[in-house]
């Protein structure tokens, strides 16, 4: 394991995430909407920033990349369909690209509902899953541009990815989206504990964040959807919850 992932909280409940591949040093940024948050984190990380990964375009995800690209000059990745509402990409991407980060390589998931260009960033030496607004703990984005059928697709894309995989999630909305995966499903034990772990870690100043893949697949209602039907259910539910 070679790359780690550290949280930045940006905003009221953004998360960027400070990426580092400790066999080259090289580093990263995801989705940073603020610059200063990530410059603070960049110098602690020592002074350099290689790239900076874009997950889709809303204002709480790029606008921390124009002073971070005048600072440090990172090569910008992004999805080549979303180019024309994205920062100057470096590097667009599709589907399947594998894009390289120091000594391993991303694979990047198209995974369109909160937006039609949203992409996915997917490290799999190392399991760490950057899914911006399309899954959170115990949770999954809005539907502003994609239908629920793209969103359920979009998450069936993770399905084969190991238990052990962090989801480095864009937000940190687990404790409002707790109590309403506790009203859908309130005999789930483990459900019961990750919402009695989340009010303390709440409680301490603490992220949420990383979860784990298997931890959601045993908590988050979204992903217990079987079909495209029951999950559009569920996230108009959610909705009007
Ligand atoms: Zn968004
Ligand atoms: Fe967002």
Redo the contacts with the bound molecule.
């Keep these: 394991m070679t790359v780690t992932a550290t949280a930045i909280p940006m905003l009221t409940d953004n998360y960027s995430w400070l990426l580092r591949d400790t066999a080259t040093g090289t580093i990263g940024i995801v989705d940073p909407a603020e610059a200063a948050p990530a410059i603070a984190a960049i110098e602690a990380a020592g002074g350099r920033l290689d790239c900076i990964f874009i997950?889709?375009?809303?204002g709480?995800?790029i606008d921390g990349i124009p002073a971070l690209v005048e600072r440090y000059h990172p090569k910008i990745i992004g999805n080549a369909a979303d180019a024309h509402r994205l920062p100057k990409l470096d590097i667009a991407v599709r589907e399947g690209d594998l894009v390289t980060f120091g000594a391993v390589q991303a694979q990047v998931f198209d995974t369109p509902g909160?937006?039609i260009g949203?992409i996915a960033y997917y490290f799999p030496d190392d399991g760490i899953l950057l899914p911006?607004?399309t899954l959170f703990s115990l949770g999954c984005?809005?539907l502003?541009e994609g239908t629920a059928a793209d969103m359920f697709g979009a998450l069936q894309k993770f399905e084969p990815l190991p238990d052990a995989t962090l989801v480095c999630a864009?937000?940190e909305y687990t404790a409002s989206n707790a109590k309403f995966a506790l009203a859908q499903d309130p005999s789930n034990q483990a459900l019961q504990a990750r919402a009695a772990e989340i009010t303390a870690l709440r409680a301490a100043g603490q992220p949420t964040l990383p979860v784990t893949l298997g931890q959601e697949r045993a908590t988050n209602p979204f992903l217990r959807a079987e079909t495209a039907q029951a999950f559009a259910t569920l996230r108009k539910a959610k909705d009007n919850f």
């Excluded at 997950?55 to 809303?58: D, E, K, V």
């Design positions: 997950t889709h375009h809303h709480d995800h909160h937006t949203h911006g607004d984005g809005r502003f864009g937000h």
